[in-house]
């Protein structure tokens, strides 16, 4: 059984940092694309940052551009989010996602769909 596990998120006040992990379980993504989404309360869950295989090809949106970074150890088969500098709009559940599909793909992959794995997700809450 594949499992993706989230850690890290939380309850911060604005200008704050957190790091999430994503550990998978049941299969090695190692030469697949895994990723970060989003969700906020009536929104559509949108992409925050994707990273492929090598860790080369890196997306970022517009707005955690600068302040996030991801990274991924394929050794551990986990993903991380560094946050840094938080804002109330940052403010989701953020979910861990990993591909099936396009092994040793060198470009980032930005869509829902292009994801097969979910993890439950993680609460980061910023205040202002």
């Known amino acids: 059984q594949v499992q993706l596990g989230e850690s890290g998120g939380g309850l911060v006040q604005a200008g704050d940092s957190l790091r999430l992990s994503c550990a998978a379980s049941g299969r090695t993504f190692r030469t697949n694309p895994m990723g970060w989404f989003r969700q906020a309360p009536g929104k559509e869950r949108q992409v925050v940052s994707t990273?492929?295989?090598?860790?080369?090809?890196?997306y970022y949106s517009d707005s955690v551009k600068g302040r996030f970074t991801i990274s991924r150890d394929n050794a551990r088969n986990t993903v991380y989010l560094q946050m840094n500098s938080l804002e109330p709009e940052d403010t989701a559940v953020y979910y861990c996602?990993?591909?099936?599909?396009?092994?040793?793909?060198?470009?980032?992959?930005?869509?829902?769909?292009?994801?097969?794995?979910w993890g439950q997700g993680t609460q980061v809450t910023v205040s202002s």
């Open positions: 990273i492929t295989w090598s860790g080369l090809g890196i």
């Open positions: 996602a990993a591909s099936t599909r396009y092994a040793y793909r060198d470009e980032p992959l930005t869509g829902v769909a292009d994801y097969d794995y």
